[in-house]
């Protein structure tokens, strides 16, 4: 029973790259979140997924992020052209279709 | 309105004490109040939580006292342990879906027990 699974874990990146960051929900959650937590600050929600639907962006910058849940593999968020404002950790969550959404252990994203 | 009020910042408790940890918010359709612990480096891990049709939830040592009128709700940690030491975080929910909500997150209180 793999808990939710984000990778990578840390990610360097220079300012103007692009960041993926994956996560693999639990077995048998169709729910996808992800939540962005700034330094010595509460996660803020960005996006809620379903398999191949994207159900909430209402956290999601406007430009330059973008999310995906395929129906085959992991969750991906997508940060192009990154800048130093955009490090964070980003966690996923995942839930079934009732009860506790379970967050993975986070990837960490520097920008040099 | 989606705002959460997390305090204090930061408390520290001697080992067997209680901790104390107060949140407030505004949007009256929130409809599900979690509270996560998170140590460094690590998710949060859902603690205990509660529904605005129940007062008190009690869950060993950690209580959550809900105030609906007041739109309040607290955690009261009982005989705190130095591995209670973390970040403690509310949160309440709002629907998205049937199935699904958001979590709108406290800013978080850094608790210290000592011994």
């Known amino acids: 029973n793999a808990g939710v699974m984000q990778n990578p874990r840390h990610l360097v990146r220079r300012r103007g790259q692009e960041a993926r960051l994956r996560c693999s929900p639990m077995?048998?959650?169709?729910?996808v979140y992800w939540y962005r937590q700034l330094p010595e600050e509460g996660l803020k929600f960005m996006v809620y997924?379903?398999?191949?639907?994207?159900?909430?962006e209402s956290g999601m910058p406007k430009e330059r992020f973008s999310a995906e849940f395929p129906k085959e593999g992991p969750s991906i968020l997508r940060i192009q052209q990154v800048v130093r404002g955009d490090s964070a950790a980003y966690f996923c969550?995942?839930?079934?279709?009732?009860?506790?959404?379970?967050f993975g252990q986070g990837t960490r994203l520097t920008v040099v | 309105q989606q705002q959460v009020k997390q305090s204090p910042q930061s408390l520290i408790v001697q080992k067997g004490g209680i901790s104390i940890i107060n949140c407030a918010y505004e949007?009256?359709?929130?409809?599900?109040f979690p509270w996560y612990q998170q140590f460094p480096g690590k998710g949060p891990a859902l603690l205990i939580a509660i529904r605005p049709d129940v007062s008190e939830k009690k869950e060993g040592r950690f209580t959550i006292s809900f105030n609906k009128s007041a739109k309040q709700f607290s955690l009261h940690i009982m005989d705190s342990q130095p591995g209670d030491s973390a970040t403690y975080f509310c949160?309440?929910?709002?629907?998205?879906?049937?199935?699904?909500?958001?979590?709108?997150f406290g800013t978080g209180t850094r608790l210290q027990v000592t011994l």
């Open positions: 969550a995942s839930s079934r279709d009732t009860g506790e959404a379970f």
């Open positions: 077995k048998g959650h169709s729910h």
């Open positions: 997924l379903q398999k191949e639907n994207i159900i909430d």
């Open positions: 949007n009256t359709a929130f409809d599900y």
């Open positions: 949160a309440a929910a709002i629907r998205i879906t049937g199935t699904a909500s958001k979590l709108t």
